[in-house]
């Protein structure tokens, strides 16, 4: 550690701090802390669903019932998907005051517990939103000189 004259060279000494302070960590409390991580993970490692809302067959009851039963399995949130495909439909009509305050309902019961419930976007939504209009967009066929490594197959 000492140079020839007899002095403490500053770098040698913060190289040597520095590993002294790597070395100092306590393995036997990190790996305390990693169990305890997974016994009771923080609320952000929690894992999330997706939670299908099913063509307007929901309550606030409902609603209530799946978040406390989330809750009590460990997910620390919820997408909600609104899916309506070949579901006979229910009560609740989308984008509608009263299925926002279902999503609000929703919102409200997780603030408390640190659980996230987000209303993911879907097509569906779009669709309802511009009443039921469906849109048919022709697009045209490459020009034939574009070279593709595809081939056409008629299945009509």
């Known amino acids: 550690m000492k140079e020839r004259n007899g002095r403490v060279s500053i770098g040698k000494l913060v190289r040597l701090t520095i590993i002294a302070m790597l070395l100092a960590g306590t393995p036997a409390l990190e790996a305390d802390d990693l169990e305890c991580g997974f016994q009771n993970p923080p609320e952000s490692a929690k894992p999330q669903t997706w939670w299908h809302w099913i063509n307007g067959n929901i309550t606030k009851e409902g609603i209530t019932a799946d978040l406390e039963a989330m809750k009590k399995v460990g997910l620390g949130g919820a997408d909600i998907f609104a899916v309506s495909t070949g579901i006979i439909p229910g009560p609740v009509k989308m984008i509608t005051p009263e299925w926002s305050a279902l ?49 056409r197959i008629d299945w009509r």
Do not use: M
Request: glycine letters at 4%; charged letters at 15%; proline letters at 12%.
């Open 103 to 151: 999503v609000t309902h929703a919102a409200k019961l997780t603030a408390g517990n640190a659980a996230e419930v987000v209303e993911a976007p879907s097509a569906h939504a779009a669709e309802k939103a511009a009443g039921q209009q469906t849109l048919n967009i022709e697009f045209p066929a490459p020009p034939k000189s574009h070279p593709s490594p595809f081939r």
